[in-house]
């Protein structure tokens, strides 16, 4: 961490912070439907009120093309004011008169937030004049918008280059979490990679075998790595025409001394449903017509023991289909056993991507692991072994 600036290295009384978050929050019908970001985000701005700095939010919202009145941060902002407990006053554009004047109008202390970014297609391409004029608005530009960092736009990289550039605490805490789940973590490390499919996968996987000790597959891609190995699974979702890039990936974890530990056995359906009635089978008798649907539980207790020889864990996606009773069952019960171990003090564990946090919210742990990253594409792309470019501009020059 010694290389990024935090908000520890600057005096912010009476600057104008220009502060990146994300308030890409889930929304029903005009209401925020979970705060989760918010709640991660409130420290960074209380602080910077708190030490008579003015919190300018900078965020975008959704993926409009232009100003799209469904995408206005204003129904955000009240609930973030709620979320802070202190008033967050609005302006209807990020840049131009109505911004500017309502920064000049900010007192030491006080909250703003500008409307979506994205209301300008600028934002996208990074484009060095609306950086400007985004930059004329501030005094520091903080980021603590992690799970936006893939992104090299405006708001999330180029004001990096434009002005005095820090970390904010939510940003810090994940670029700490994520250095001990991988950069340097203490070994054994396992990493459980579930979810759908492999081809969204493949560079995340291939990264991991050369990081990490043990890798659990799980989820519809163990089943093209199944099929892959020949066995039969029947009509369970596989990408049989990936199964030349599953053989590559199980050799390159051989040759990187990394153990793959795919399910020994299976919990089988004959349809995609809701307590679908189902038995578990071992991988040499899955019914031509059955679906897996989660691991079984032989697999289960493979997973636990390999949880238990490991000093850090990294989890991403889901072992079956977790959202349907009682195919999540493989899920919840690995994750459940990760969070005692960490609980116990025997595990580092960090969680990220956008099911995963579901699930571990199903399993009722969230609270239990180490770390449970709100980024989804960032954390993919972190997991890839990729820089960040809102995380690279934060790098000390
Ligand atoms: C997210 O919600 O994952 C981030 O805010 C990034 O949003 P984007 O995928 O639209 O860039
Ligand atoms: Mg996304």
């Known amino acids: 961490m010694s290389n990024f600036r935090t908000l520890d290295d600057v005096d912010l009384r009476g600057k104008r912070v220009l502060l990146r978050v994300d308030l890409n929050v889930p929304m ?8 989760t970001r918010l709640d991660r985000i409130a420290p960074t701005i209380t602080e910077i009120s708190d030490k008579a700095g003015k919190a300018i939010l900078l965020a975008h919202f959704g993926r409009p093309k232009g100003p799209d009145a469904k995408d206005s941060l204003r129904p955000v902002a009240t609930e973030l004011a709620n979320v802070l407990g202190r008033p967050v006053a609005f302006a209807g554009d990020c840049i131009g008169e109505a911004a500017q004047k309502a920064v000049a109008a900010m007192k030491d202390g006080d909250v703003l937030c500008l409307e979506n970014t994205r209301f300008h297609k600028e934002e996208e391409k990074n484009d060095p004049a609306f950086v400007a004029e985004l930059a004329r608005l501030g005094d520091i530009w903080v980021n603590d918008a992690f799970s936006a960092a893939h992104r090299a736009h405006a708001s999330t990289e180029g004001l990096g280059h434009k002005l005095p550039a820090y970390a904010g605490r939510t940003m810090q805490a994940e670029l700490e ?3 001990k789940a991988l950069e340097a973590p203490t070994k054994p490390v ?7 499919k492999v081809s969204t996968k493949i560079d995340l996987l291939e990264n991991l075998v050369s990081k990490v000790d043990a890798l659990v597959i799980g989820g519809g891609m163990a089943n093209t790595f199944l099929h892959a190995q020949g066995v039969n699974v029947g ?15 199980l050799d390159k974890a051989q040759a990187a001394n990394c153990a793959i530990i795919l399910p020994v056995d ?3 359906a004959f349809h995609f449903a809701a307590n679908a009635p189902s038995h578990a089978y071992g991988l040499d008798a899955i019914p031509a017509d059955g679906m897996i649907l989660d691991v079984g539980p032989q697999s289960v207790e493979r997973v636990h023991s390999a949880i238990d ?21 493989g899920t919840v019960v690995a994750a459940r ?20 946090v579901a699930a571990l919210n199903q399993a009722g742990v969230a609270g239990d692991f180490s770390y449970v990253s709100t980024a989804g594409g960032a954390f993919l792309e972190w997991m890839e072994g990729k820089p960040l470019p809102g995380v690279e501009v934060l790098r000390a020059k």
């Open 28 to 35: 029903e019908q005009g209401r925020v439907t979970d705060t």
């Open 177 to 179: 979490a994520l250095n």
């Open 190 to 196: 396992i990493a459980i990679i579930g979810g759908a």
């Open 235 to 249: 009509k369970s979702l596989a990408e049989k025409d990936l199964a030349a890039t599953a053989l590559r990936i």
């Open 266 to 268: 299976a919990t089988v």
């Open 309 to 329: 020889d490991a000093a850090t864990l990294v989890w991403n996606g889901p072992l079956g289909a977790f959202e349907l009773t009682p195919f999540d069952r």
């Open 337 to 356: 056993h990760a969070a005692a171990r960490t609980k116990a003090g025997k595990l580092v564990s960090v969680a990220g991507g956008g099911d995963t």
